[in-house]
Structures are given as C-alpha cells and as structure tokens.
C-alpha cells in the first residue's frame, strides 16, 4: 500500500490515561466539535463502511444542522496492531475523508485504554465513542449529539429504554449480561444506578465533564469511568438496538466477566470514602488488599504443608522442623504472587534472577521481622489490653500485616527500582 506523509498515523500518548481540558487553539470554543474514538481489533472487514457511513451522515447532519453555532467533527480509528493489519486499511481511507485519523498502538492493549488514548488525542469539546463493527447503529449518534446540545454531559445510547433492545442475543448472553449489571448495582449503586444500560460502550460525553480525573479501566466498560471518575451532572439516554456482528468475530470472552468485577471493586475501593482518606494520606489501598490475598494464600499453604509434614498419617516429622519448613515454603508462595501481582509493576522492570533474588532475600527477613513484632504485640495487647487471646492475636495480625507491607513497599520492591 502507497501511503503519503500526510497520511501519517497518530503517536499513541503515554503516561496517566488524563484528558486535558484545553482544546487546541484553532478549535471554537463556542460551537461544537465531536471527536469520534472508534476502537478496534481485527475489523478489516468493517472499518471501510464504518468510516464511510459515519463519515456520509456526520457530513450531512453538520451541513443541514442550521445552528447559530459552529459544528465540526473527526472520527479517530485507535487500533490495537491488529494482525489482519486493520490500521493499515484505515490509513489508506484517509485521503478519501479528511476528517479521518488512525492511530496504531503497539505498546499498550485493551478497549477501555485504546479509547482513551484515542480522547487524549482528540481536538473536540465533545468525545464519543462507537463499536467499530456496525453493532451500534450509526443514526443513533444524531440523536446522542442533540441530547448532547439539549445541554447533557453525557448522552448513553441503552439497550433498556423505550426503543431498545438485543437483536439476537442467546438466553445466556442476556442472563450474564443483567446478571452483570444486578452485581454492579450490588457493588457500586452510585455508579450503576444512574444509567439504564452502564455497560454500554456507545456514548458522548463533553470533554470538561471528564477533563483532569485519572481514568484508570479494566476490561471493556469504559462508561463505568467515565460516571464513576468524571463530575457528570447531567445524564440522557437514547434507545437503540444493538445489532448483529455480520463480518468479523467477537472478542468476547470470559476474561471480560472478570476485568468487569476487578473493575467493579477497584472503582469502589478508590471513589468510596475509603478511596478518599486513603489518597489524603497517600496509602496505596489496592496493593495493600493484593498483599492482605496474597497473605491469606499463605495461610493455606502453610496449613497444608504443615500438614503433610507432621501429620501422623502423612510424614509425622517432628512439629518444630515441619512448622519451619512449612512456614517457609508459606512465604515463598507468598513472594511468588506479590512478585507477579501486588508489585508486578514494580518487578516487571527489574527481572534479572539476581535482582529477584534480592527481593526475595529481603521479604524472608522483613517477614521474619514481622513474625517476632506479631509476637510482641500479641503479648502486650493480651497482657495489658484486651486479656482475650483471638482478639490479641487478630490485632497482632492486622499490625504484622501492615507492617510487612509498609516495609517490603519500601525496601524489597522500592529500591531495587531504582537503576
Ligand atoms: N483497540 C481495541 N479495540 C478493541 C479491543 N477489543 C475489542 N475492541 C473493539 O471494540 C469494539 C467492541 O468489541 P466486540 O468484540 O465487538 O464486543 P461486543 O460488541 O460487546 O461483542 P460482540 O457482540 O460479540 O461483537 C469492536 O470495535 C472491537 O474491534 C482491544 O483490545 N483494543
Ligand atoms: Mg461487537
């Protein structure tokens, strides 16, 4: 394919998943400018008619509009390096619509982000984002936009208003999906609750109503940030039917169940009032509950090999020599799973066996440290406090637990950071 320069892709955006509030300079602040993300993922099949009939109908609407005001718009494919090479066929549509941007992203994956990415880029006041496999039906956008000038901060095309519905969707797919949305009504009712249809991925939003927060997704709903994280006030909804796929296959799978409860817990953990006090003084709450899990696995762990050590029935080694075996192997796992999970970011820059080695050197002696603290406060708590045993020892827990963590944050994954 002969692509000239002005045909050049988009550089995907680093650093905090932020939107700025500032538009560019040559952009009137006063009328209104859609920027349209159109994600995709091995569309090669779709994206020529998505860009052409979203192109055909922005251009019409834009010209029969008969606002006192300036309308503008660009759609901005943000594809995720697919393999059947999607972005290469966008690209080669951007000489035909000039409205047309196509960014390629080969360091970073995931819906949610590439969506971002693709608003961190854009030069409108309003944002949006469209399937790009024809699911979503292209005249509904007119309608989210009116709702957008009626004054909305974000407009939410819904598979549950009046005019609404699932094609074909199987009894299965239905029950997962409101199944879905009942638990996030469970988890997050402030979030969940103020839209019909959360989980949809076809909206407008205006960019001052996001512009600043740190979006931080998992998985593909995006709408859930965007309510949860934003400062939207004002919310409309407008039915629509969401269609069959006819070319290109689905990239639904049961991943996204999982990213959609992480996602869930996250929001709730990091907006509750929880979230707040623990951002006021700095406390990294989401690694702490890894590392609390990851503690709790130990707890079997070691149970089990004590077990199997010193059982009568099993190896009946002698309690002590088990118990320290045991106890071992329990911070081993335990360093396993904090290296690849609590602090995967940590140790994913520093993965040398020796700077492992360290790190793992490190924990075994802060957690024995925390063996003896837990001891000691277990003791003092029983003897001058509270003279209940299980409610010392669970105190003398929490207090060794935090103290586990606060030191391996700082010495075992910190300081092997630093290169
Ligand atoms: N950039 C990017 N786009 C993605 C990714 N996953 C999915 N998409 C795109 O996001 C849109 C929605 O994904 P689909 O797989 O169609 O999800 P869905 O519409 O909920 O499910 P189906 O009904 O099975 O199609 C499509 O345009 C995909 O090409 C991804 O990881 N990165
Ligand atoms: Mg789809």
């Given at each position: 394919?002969?692509?000239?320069?002005?045909?050049?892709?988009?550089?995907?955006?680093?650093?905090?998943?932020?939107?700025?509030?500032?538009?560019?300079?040559?952009?009137?602040?006063?009328g209104i400018y859609l920027?349209?993300?159109?994600?995709?993922?091995?569309?090669?099949?779709?994206?020529?008619?998505?860009?052409?009939?979203?192109?055909?109908?922005?251009?019409?609407?834009?010209?029969?509009?008969?606002?006192?005001?300036?309308?503008?718009?660009?759609?901005?494919?943000?594809?995720?390096?697919?393999?059947?090479?999607?972005?290469?066929?966008?690209?080669?549509?951007?000489?035909?619509?000039?409205?047309?941007?196509?960014?390629?992203?080969?360091?970073?994956?995931?819906?949610?982000?590439?969506?971002?990415?693709?608003?961190?880029?854009?030069?409108?006041?309003?944002?949006?984002?469209?399937?790009?496999?024809?699911?979503?039906?292209?005249?509904?956008?007119?309608?989210?936009?009116?709702?957008?000038?009626?004054?909305?901060?974000?407009?939410?095309?819904?598979?549950?208003?009046?005019?609404?519905?699932?094609?074909?969707?199987?009894?299965?797919?239905?029950?997962?999906?409101?199944?879905?949305?009942?638990?996030?009504?469970?988890?997050?009712?402030?979030?969940?609750?103020?839209?019909?249809?959360?989980?949809?991925?076809?909206?407008?939003?205006?960019?001052?109503?996001?512009?600043?927060?740190?979006?931080?997704?998992?998985?593909?709903?995006?709408?859930?940030?965007?309510?949860?994280?934003?400062?939207?006030?004002?919310?409309?909804?407008?039915?629509?039917?969401?269609?069959?796929?006819?070319?290109?296959?689905?990239?639904?799978?049961?991943?996204?169940?999982?990213?959609?409860?992480?996602?869930?817990?996250?929001?709730?953990?990091?907006?509750?009032?929880?979230?707040?006090?623990?951002?006021?003084?700095?406390?990294?709450?989401?690694?702490?509950?890894?590392?609390?899990?990851?503690?709790?696995?130990?707890?079997?762990?070691?149970?089990?090999?004590?077990?199997?050590?010193?059982?009568?029935?099993?190896?009946?080694?002698?309690?002590?020599?088990?118990?320290?075996?045991?106890?071992?192997?329990?911070?081993?796992?335990?360093?396993?799973?904090?290296?690849?999970?609590?602090?995967?970011?940590?140790?994913?820059?520093?993965?040398?066996?020796?700077?492992?080695?360290?790190?793992?050197?490190?924990?075994?002696?802060?957690?024995?440290?925390?063996?003896?603290?837990?001891?000691?406060?277990?003791?003092?708590?029983?003897n001058f406090l509270i003279?209940?045993?299980?409610?010392?020892?669970?105190?003398?827990?929490?207090?060794?637990?935090?103290?586990?963590?606060?030191?391996?944050?700082?010495?075992?994954?910190?300081?092997t950071d630093v290169k």
């Amino acid at each position: 394919m002969n692509l000239d320069s002005t045909d050049s892709l988009l550089a995907p955006p680093t650093g905090p998943l932020q939107i700025s509030e500032f538009l560019p300079a040559d952009v009137d602040a006063g009328g209104i400018y859609l920027s349209l993300v159109i994600p995709t993922y091995k569309e090669r099949d779709n994206i020529q008619n998505v860009v052409r009939i979203l192109s055909q109908l922005l251009d019409e609407a834009m010209s029969t509009t008969g606002c006192a005001y300036a309308i503008d718009y660009e759609l901005i494919v943000v594809d995720d390096d697919s393999p059947d090479r999607t972005w290469e066929v966008a690209q080669s549509l951007i000489a035909e619509y000039p409205q047309l941007r196509v960014m390629r992203r080969q360091q970073e994956r995931g819906l949610s982000s590439a969506v971002i990415r693709g608003w961190q880029v854009a030069r409108g006041n309003v944002l949006g984002v469209i399937d790009g496999d024809l699911q979503h039906p292209p005249e509904v956008l007119m309608e989210l936009f009116r709702k957008i000038e009626g004054g909305a901060d974000l407009a939410v095309a819904s598979r549950h208003v009046e005019g609404g519905g699932v094609s074909s969707w199987s009894i299965v797919r239905r029950f997962l999906s409101r199944g879905a949305q009942v638990l996030g009504l469970i988890i997050l009712p402030g979030v969940l609750g103020r839209v019909t249809d959360p989980m949809s991925g076809y909206f407008m939003v205006r960019r001052q109503a996001i512009a600043g927060a740190t979006l931080n997704p998992v998985g593909y709903k995006i709408l859930l940030e965007v309510i949860g994280r934003g400062n939207v006030e004002e919310i409309a909804e407008v039915g629509y039917v969401f269609c069959e796929r006819k070319e290109g296959e689905s990239k639904v799978t049961w991943k996204q169940y999982v990213d959609y409860i992480h996602h869930l817990i996250r929001l709730r953990v990091s907006t509750g009032r929880l979230g707040k006090l623990t951002e006021n003084i700095n406390f990294p709450i989401g690694r702490f509950l890894r590392f609390g899990l990851v503690g709790l696995s130990g707890v079997f762990v070691d149970m089990a090999m004590l077990y199997l050590l010193s059982d009568p029935a099993t190896l009946a080694l002698p309690l002590t020599r088990s118990k320290i075996i045991a106890g071992e192997i329990a911070i081993f796992n335990n360093f396993l799973w904090n290296d690849a999970w609590t602090f995967a970011d940590v140790s994913m820059r520093q993965q040398e066996g020796h700077q492992r080695l360290k790190r793992f050197f490190k924990f075994n002696i802060i957690c024995l440290a925390g063996l003896v603290l837990n001891v000691l406060v277990l003791n003092l708590v029983f003897n001058f406090l509270i003279p209940n045993r299980y409610i010392a020892n669970l105190i003398a827990i929490a207090i060794a637990t935090i103290w586990n963590f606060w030191v391996n944050l700082k010495l075992s994954w910190r300081v092997t950071d630093v290169k």
